[in-house]
């Protein structure tokens, strides 16, 4: 079975550095997925997958995005930058992607991003998506821009009161919070993660899956959303760029649905012209973690095939 082997990459500013993990398979690899993961995690969360992948002769490489996992200094778990956080946010994704087009070249390059990497990565493509061959988005949503809009004042308030570096547990749970009670009271309060309660656990379980996001990081991060939803820059993504959007049927960044149906129509309103979409019933958030991850993982391996 594969093991994954760690990298470091100093950031472009000079001031600190990004920590990486690429899982190659036995044989030489046909292509290579590059994971940008979602919020509150880090890559060596996404092991399982990689090896799985790695069986089908296809690499992963992923970072820690910065303040989350080994990226972060102690610290700074949380904390994207003092300032412009989301141009360090891409920037590193950016660099995590040189990297990989040097290690791996001649070979397809897909962007796969989770949850708060798939929004990233939907800003990442209007910038670099003649970078990629393919581009994979998982666990995402889109939601109306007046709502955007309410919850960028909301967090905007929070950081001129507080400062960018200031942490709000209260809209810690006003953001991520209310996910929960979509689902019936069990032994975790991240049974929307996934429907595997050892998982839900596991995720509880891990120190770089417990801190409170700053207050100037949920300011980058809703700016993200409303960029999207604005089409800001869209204009830049490449219209054949092969699109796929994933999601369970019973997550709530998706809707159920509606959000992942959303975010496609952003992308067809603009010109993109190949955009598939699929939805797996009774799966939440987390589809790698999920009862049904093999079929995910084989899925995702036949896509991969056709580009």
Same mark, same amino acid.
């Given at each position: ?132 061959? =393919?581009?994979?988005?998982? /666990?995402?949503?889109?939601?109306? &821009?007046? *709502?955007?809009?309410? @919850?960028? !004042?909301? +967090? $905007? ?96 960044? =998706?809707?159920?649905?509606? /959000?992942?149906?959303?975010?496609? &129509?952003? *992308?067809?309103?603009? @010109?993109? !012209?190949? +955009? $598939? ?31």
């Amino acid at each position: 079975m594969a093991q994954g082997k760690d990298f470091y990459i100093p950031f472009q500013n000079g001031s600190g550095r990004i920590h990486g993990i690429c899982w190659e398979p036995e044989e030489t690899p046909w292509a290579v997925i590059q994971v940008a993961h979602g919020m509150i995690e880090h890559i060596g969360r996404y092991e399982e997958f990689a090896q799985a992948i790695n069986r089908a002769g296809i690499a992963v490489i992923g970072h820690d995005h910065p303040g989350h996992g080994r990226t972060a200094k102690p610290g700074e778990l949380g904390e994207f930058a003092e300032k412009n956080g989301v141009r360090r946010v891409n920037g590193a994704m950016a660099q995590v992607a040189r990297f990989a087009k040097h290690k791996f070249q001649g070979i397809p390059h897909i962007l796969l991003g989770h949850s708060m990497g798939s929004f990233f990565g939907r800003r990442f493509i209007t910038h670099y998506g003649e970078w990629l061959d =393919g581009a994979i988005f998982m /666990g995402t949503g889109s939601q109306p &821009e007046p *709502l955007l809009w309410l @919850g960028g !004042t909301v +967090v $905007a308030a929070a950081a001129w009161l507080e400062g960018r570096n200031g942490r709000n547990e209260r809209l810690h749970q006003l953001v991520l919070g209310s996910y929960n009670r979509y689902f019936e009271k069990g032994k975790t309060e991240h049974q929307w993660l996934s429907r595997v309660t050892e998982e839900d656990e596991k995720y509880e379980a891990d120190p770089y899956c417990q801190f409170l996001f700053t207050d100037g990081a949920f300011v980058d991060f809703f700016q993200v959303m409303l960029d999207l939803k604005r089409k800001r820059g869209f204009d830049g993504i490449p219209k054949n760029l092969p699109i796929l959007l994933i999601s369970g049927e019973e997550d709530p960044v =998706g809707e159920g649905g509606r /959000g992942v149906r959303r975010a496609m &129509e952003d *992308l067809q309103e603009t @010109g993109c !012209t190949n +955009v $598939a979409m699929q939805l797996y019933p009774g799966a939440r958030h987390e589809l790698f973690h999920e009862t049904n991850r093999e079929e995910v993982f084989g899925d995702i391996v036949d896509w991969v095939s056709k580009l």
